[in-house]
């Protein structure tokens, strides 16, 4: 059993911890007895998980028992230091296991986190793409990362989201949780959406360092965990912009490989240096023009951004990936590119319009033709990805004025699916 605390989003947990925090030794054990008898009872043979609910009284009751081992079966090895895998496969193979119960040893805390590719900030719907950048924390004592991806993979809409676990003990649960948190900094994800940010926020809220958690958690306190996006400051603007030019690869023309022109110093005939950009960020952009004193405000290192301002020196995480670069502001990974505007227009102008994919995924059902009148609400096409069917709905009244999609196509995110005109 393994009696762990969980916090949940939607219908799916994110955050295990063993043991249960704020639990008595005793509850500890009731619920632990309580699971054994449940398996003694129907003759069960094999690894298992029994779940219960615990009210605010410190009563428990029996919710479910699933017949495998679960996601959050590291925080159990986590503290008994043993192979929950490799005895399922020994009683699989009918053999007896090396220890009774009471010989299952207890030690310490931990923490585990779900990383999924989702976008937190639309509802959780699951992200798909190429993972541009994955690197994971570094390993030491006390830590645990299972993941089953690497840099360059490609998330497709026909699995599970989970990217891997973060699993952090400690001596008490303040180590785990430290020692959790330091892993998440440390993680580097890019290319896709992901939960990375959302669960650095859970893990780093103090009532979560309170171990003040319940079923609310993540409501209460949703202003903290999913903020609403703000504008990105000059100082970030200026870092993005040093990280992103001095990150460039030198550019040498075949048939004058001394040419100054080739350089991207921004050498202009006659006047000062100066270099001119438009960035975009998080649906943010930005047009930024450096010049010879700007150069020097900020020096990339390696894969490090050192920037000096009123006299505070900082090191920001820079890391380029292609067209792209990715630096580490307020202790969130951005990524950067150069945005055209003359193209965004142009683009915007070309656009069907009407409502769009929300994800990448496969059209299951297609439930109005073109002509039809629909009231606000009505369900007009459902879009699969991910073991999750999303329903796109009508926000207002009209008439189906054109269906850009069919059954069985699959569509990327932001494709054209209805236009709908409003009467």
């Not at 699989?92 to 119960?101: C, F, H, K, N, Y």
Request: proline share 5%; charged share 25%; with cysteine.
């Amino acid at each position: 059993n393994e009696r762990d605390c969980s916090i949940q989003r939607r219908h799916q947990k994110v955050v295990e911890e063993a043991p249960a925090p704020g639990l008595s030794p005793e509850l500890r054990r009731a619920m632990g007895e309580a699971a054994v008898r449940s398996a003694q009872a129907i003759g069960y043979v094999g690894a298992g998980t029994v779940e219960f609910l615990l009210d605010a009284r410190g009563e428990f009751f029996f919710m479910e028992m699933n017949t495998r081992l679960q996601v959050e079966h590291p925080v159990t090895e986590a503290i008994t230091g043993l192979d929950l895998v490799a005895w399922q496969i020994r009683v699989a193979r009918g053999e007896a296991l090396p220890m009774t119960q009471d010989q299952v040893p207890l030690n310490g805390h931990a923490i585990e986190v779900r990383l999924y590719a989702e976008d937190p900030g639309n509802d959780f719907l699951p992200a798909t793409g190429r993972l541009e950048l994955y690197r994971e924390s570094a390993p030491g004592a006390g830590r645990r990362v299972d993941s089953g991806v690497e840099e360059g993979d490609e998330i497709s809409p026909f699995y599970d989201p989970m990217l891997g676990k973060l699993i952090a003990w400690g001596e008490d649960r303040e180590q785990a949780r430290l020692r959790l948190l330091s892993m998440l900094d440390e993680f580097a994800i890019g290319g896709l959406k992901t939960n990375i940010n959302f669960l650095r926020r859970i893990i780093g809220h103090p009532a979560f360092a309170a171990a003040e958690l319940d079923t609310g958690f993540i409501p209460r306190y949703q202003e903290q965990l999913l903020p609403t996006p703000v504008q990105l400051s000059d100082d970030f603007w200026q870092a993005a912009a040093q990280a992103f030019t001095q990150s460039q690869q030198p550019v040498t023309r075949a048939d004058d490989p001394s040419s100054p022109w080739a350089a991207r110093s921004g050498l202009r005939a006659g006047l000062p240096r100066e270099i001119t950009l438009h960035l975009s960020c998080e649906d943010q952009d930005r047009a930024l023009t450096l010049g010879d004193i700007d150069v020097h405000s900020a020096r990339l290192k390696g894969e490090h951004l050192l920037t000096e301002h009123a006299g505070v020196r900082r090191q920001h995480r820079a890391i380029r990936r292609g067209e792209h670069v990715y630096l580490q502001w307020d202790g969130e990974l951005r990524r950067i590119e150069s945005y055209d505007p003359i193209s965004a227009v142009e683009a915007s102008h070309s656009h069907q319009g009407g409502l769009t994919a929300p994800m990448n995924g496969s059209i299951v059902r297609v439930l109005v033709e073109a002509g039809q009148s629909v009231e606000a609400g009505a369900q007009l096409v459902v879009l699969e990805a991910m073991k999750m069917e999303h329903s796109i709905r009508a926000p207002h009244a009209g008439v189906i004025k054109a269906l850009y999609c069919q059954e069985g196509e699959m569509v990327s995110e932001g494709s054209a699916l209805v236009e709908l005109e409003e009467v």
